[in-house]
């Protein structure tokens, strides 16, 4: 038994990494503990694969390399996994129907980070233990967590995965299952994807820190691609600390597997988690509070806000005038990249093939519409339209012209301002099916995610108070590039004087 007293589901990364490295509790225990809460909360629908021989068998290692010294500085804290990332030891189906019981031959850079280490790389790993692997939409289309394929564990159909803060509610997309066994406390920490805002969005909605880092700080290899000019990678969990030692973890070039991963040195980003930041300038986005804006989320951003004037900071208005416009142009690049990146999907490359077919363009035809679902079909769609000849300039070249201004537009408001802060989300998390069925109505829910990930800035998520139906309310922050560690800093700051990251929802 372990000689802890905390409930160990209860601990943070950062004092789980302690106390392992202290020996007060074995990483073989703490894999097991947590395996018993993911079955236990099976209603959540939040996990789609265990493989409690393969987490047992790292959780050993990581007790051995603890037990001897040379372990890495995370080593046998669990980790749940977005399934979306490629991994030789659970299946990886990306939530769709194409991938159904897919494994992979090799684990993805960012797992092999945070784990065991990169294969024929110096760099050694952290030594986290995967836990299993957590549902996501299909290819990471959405904002719901409402449109996987891949029927969870305990169930024998798709479904969606549930807010652990009200089970009648989505926990936000595309990473929904990371958030919510995060806020669950089926896992102290999870790996997410943010392509338009699937990271923030689901901490915001469940109540947990997530950053998406600036565009090719961590690696892409081994994440399965949806829009790769966009997607990225980063870490999610209760705190701006924890999310600072997986990101530390996360990050670095992997420059022979990814050619857009940044050539920058890893950084320890807890480095300046204390530093002050009186004097610190806030850019508070006008096109951020308008209309649209639910008022319970603005009392809780607000309220935020005032805080950070406490610790000195100064709120300086500045305007992102093309925010509007980052739907548009996000709907057009990312299905346009999606269209082209799902090709691969035929049922001869990869992917699920037609039982019954007459020829190569029926089996072609039979198997990517027997194995996609309707939101991806209908981005394939867009996509292919908005690349095609008589199109490509109306569209798709207008679409890269204006993302190129959204960018210009950061940096000019970076010239008044340190930080950026808004509001992640304009709502709190809505109810399952409220807008399954509207497209649109989950494509504008993006607003304000969109425009850090088309200048490929990086974001992250604070709990920063409750709203409507007691819900969870996150604040955003944006920061210029490479500004990982200032973002850290700025939200540890807030999570210094207040306590709505480590609140947890009724019956977890
Ligand atoms: N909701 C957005 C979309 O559906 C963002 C998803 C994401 O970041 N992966 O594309």
């Known amino acids: 038994m372990s000689l802890l007293t905390t409930e160990l589901h209860d601990l943070s990364v950062a004092a789980l990494a302690q106390h392992l490295r202290e020996r007060k509790v074995s990483a073989v225990e703490t894999a097991q503990h947590f395996l018993i809460r993911v079955k236990a909360n099976e209603s959540l629908a939040a996990f789609v694969d265990l493989n409690e021989d393969a987490t047992l068998a790292q959780a050993r290692a990581a007790d051995q390399a603890l037990a001897a010294g040379a372990a890495g500085p995370l080593a046998g804290v669990p980790i749940a996994h977005k399934d979306i990332f490629v991994t030789r030891d659970f299946v990886a189906t990306a939530g769709s129907r194409m991938l159904a019981g897919y494994r992979s031959p090799f684990d993805a850079t960012v797992v092999q980070r945070l784990g065991q280490g990169v294969a024929g790389n110096a760099t050694p790993g952290a030594g986290m233990v995967t836990l299993g692997k957590v549902s996501c939409d299909e290819f990471a289309m959405g904002s719901a967590n409402e449109k996987s394929a891949t029927p969870p564990l305990g169930h024998t159909s798709p479904a969606p995965v549930r807010n652990p803060w009200d089970a009648s509610r989505i926990p936000g997309g595309s990473s929904g299952g990371s958030a919510a066994a995060v806020a669950a406390r089926l896992a102290p920490a999870a790996s997410g994807t943010d392509t338009g805002g699937s990271i923030r969005q689901p901490a915001s909605f469940c109540g947990i820190t997530g950053i998406k880092p600036t565009y090719g700080r961590a690696s892409r290899y081994g994440m399965i691609a949806y829009a790769s000019s966009l997607d990225q990678a980063g870490p999610m969990a209760r705190s701006a600390e924890d999310c600072a030692l997986l990101l530390s973890a996360m990050c670095g070039p992997d420059l022979d597997r990814d050619s857009t ?142 993302r190129r201004m959204i960018a210009d537009d950061f940096q000019n408001a970076f010239k008044q301002c340190d930080v950026i802060a808004g509001p992640v989300a304009p709502t709190v998390a809505w109810k399952i099916g409220e807008k399954a069925d509207d497209p649109v109505a989950n494509y504008l829910a993006d607003i304000f995610t969109l425009p850090a990930s088309l200048a490929g800035l990086p974001g992250m998520s604070v709990p920063a108070g409750f709203g409507a139906g007691g819900m969870p309310v996150g604040l955003q922050l944006i920061g210029n590039y490479l500004q990982e560690a200032k973002l850290l800093n700025v939200a540890h700051r807030l999570q210094q004087v207040t306590d709505f990251h480590v609140q947890t929802p009724a019956g977890f």
Request: no cysteine; glycine share 8%.
């Open 261 to 402: 991963s940044l050539d920058v040195p890893a950084e320890d980003f807890s480095r300046s988690l204390n530093d002050s930041i009186s004097g610190l300038r806030i850019g508070i986005p006008q096109e951020f509070f308008g209309e649209g804006l639910a008022p319970d989320v603005r009392a809780a951003v607000d309220a935020a806000l005032k805080e950070y004037e406490k610790l000195g900071a100064k709120l300086v208005p500045i305007s992102l005038p093309r925010t509007e416009l980052s739907i548009p142009v996000y709907y057009i690049i990312a299905p346009a990249e999606a269209s082209s990146n799902l090709s691969r999907f035929d049922g001869v490359k990869f992917g699920h093939r037609a039982a019954d077919y007459t020829d190569l363009v029926s089996m072609y035809k039979k198997s990517r519409a027997e194995g996609f679902g309707d939101e991806v079909k209908r981005r394939i769609m867009v996509g292919a339209y908005v690349l095609s000849h008589g199109y490509y300039d109306a569209y798709y070249l207008q679409a890269q012209k204006i």
